[in-house]
């Protein structure tokens, strides 16, 4: 429903829309409409029910006044609204509960605002200049200037901090680097994007997986969740009764069109979508493998990298360690770099209270740890990744990408990983 953009076809849509409930609103609805020059025939008498059954059968307009007034479940009524009304219009809902806890999830399902009744003529006529605002707005167009960069992070264990790195990358390359960025996370079930930034997850990412037909840009620009001017989040927080069955479509289709619209996207890729959707990797530039100094982690980094070296050939491959204690390590830097083969590329220091404070806070990891020494290692994984971006480096180069395995024998590396384990025993001991 509420999309800040300017659609293509906008002409071809009723400028405004009003379903009201009583008397006296219907009134100060079409005298504000004539004031501003909207048809006053289209203030219907209704509210919200009758609002969704007109739209089910008639193009949405531009603009949509709903009263909802007589309504026993305002969200669930509204989630109904937006499954008749098309992307594009913005919904401006009115009622008599003074609940802001109801505010802010009926602004998070995606309408524009919510006016208070007995109506007021000042307030009503602000809110629709505020939606006309939406649609006078220029969309910013990114094709001619820096070439879209599409980052993974994916996680070695679970608890590794792969969703830390994912917002903490989002939003150094949205604040600090100044993209316009998109953050993907494709946890449906348990993904903390959104609750790393203080946000609701809304609807967005399982309407994409449900009706992957509506995926276009219209779609991505009303069910992403704006974090702040350069950053919006897609996430949701599915029920867990509720499996998702996807093919991976809509997966696809959402980053054809992230390119479009936006500058840079992070992907919170969980393990598991490797297997089930390895088409995601396709088009990635780089991939953020975050790890722990653990033979877990080891073992699964060595994995992780022999399988990116045959499914995404083209991406760049960044080591992240973290969580990484001064001193007390189950596997020392050292002998972790000598099985994978690798250097680490980055680390981000142990420091249990700074990322308790971000979670008091409601904000990323890398804005708490800002212009400390913690956070140091996710500003120069950020500045690494606005590298690739700007130099737009070959798809055949080698620089950063899994080394090639001596002798071409995974079992080999293995077996070099199994070797740590009793050195670390005799130095424990």
């Given at each position: ?8 076809g906008a002409s071809l849509r009723d400028a405004f ?106 307030s009503l006529r602000e809110a629709i200049a505020g ?165 877990a982690a080891a073992r699964d980094t060595i994995r ?126």
């Amino acid at each position: 429903m509420n999309a800040p953009w300017k659609p293509a076809g906008a002409s071809l849509r009723d400028a405004f829309h009003a379903y009201v409930c009583d008397d006296n609103s219907y009134d100060i609805v079409r005298s504000i409409a004539i004031e501003m020059g909207f048809p006053p025939e289209k203030v219907n008498k209704g509210g919200l029910r009758n609002a969704v059954q007109s739209l089910s059968i008639t193009a949405s307009p531009n603009i949509l006044f709903v009263d909802m007034s007589e309504s026993g479940d305002p969200l669930n009524d509204i989630n109904g609204l937006a499954e008749v009304c098309e992307p594009g219009t913005v919904v401006i809902a009115a009622g008599q509960v003074n609940d802001v806890r109801l505010y802010r999830d009926l602004v998070a399902s995606g309408i524009q605002d919510y006016l208070l009744k007995p109506l007021n003529p000042d307030s009503l006529r602000e809110a629709i200049a505020g939606a006309q605002a939406v649609f006078s707005a220029p969309r910013i167009d990114t094709s001619t200037e820096r070439p879209h960069i599409t980052i993974a992070v994916i996680g070695t264990r679970g608890g590794s901090g792969c969703s830390m790195a994912a917002t903490s990358l989002s939003w150094l390359l949205s604040a600090k680097a100044s993209r316009l960025t998109a953050l993907l996370d494709l946890d449906v079930h348990f993904g903390t994007g959104a609750l790393a930034m203080d946000l609701e997850p809304g609807r967005g990412l399982t309407d994409a997986i449900e009706n992957p037909s509506r995926i276009d840009g219209l779609f991505i620009e009303r069910a992403m969740v704006k974090a702040s001017d350069k950053l919006a989040l897609l996430s949701a927080e599915a029920p867990i009764s509720q499996p998702m069955m996807t093919d991976g479509g809509a997966f696809y289709q959402l980053q054809e069109e992230f390119r479009s619209a936006f500058e840079c996207t992070v992907i919170d890729l969980p393990r598991n979508m490797l297997i089930q959707h390895p088409h995601l990797l396709n088009d990635v530039n780089a991939t953020v493998i975050v790890t722990e100094f653990t033979l877990a982690a080891a073992r699964d980094t060595i994995r992780l990298l022999s399988y990116l070296k045959t499914n995404a050939p083209q991406s760049q491959i960044l080591v992240l360690a973290n969580r990484v204690h001064p001193t007390i390590q189950e596997i020392s830097r050292k002998d972790f770099e000598q099985s994978i083969e690798r250097k680490v590329d980055f680390v981000v220091p142990f420091e249990p209270k700074l990322a308790a404070q971000a979670a008091k806070l409601g904000k990323t990891f890398a804005e708490t740890a800002k212009g400390s020494k913690t956070g140091a290692g996710l500003v120069q994984l950020a500045e690494q990744i606005v590298a690739i971006g700007d130099e737009g480096r070959d798809e055949g180069s080698a620089k950063g990408k899994a080394p090639k395995v001596a002798g071409g024998s995974l079992m080999g590396r293995f077996a070099d990983l199994k070797a740590i384990i009793p050195n670390r025993k005799a130095k424990a001991g």
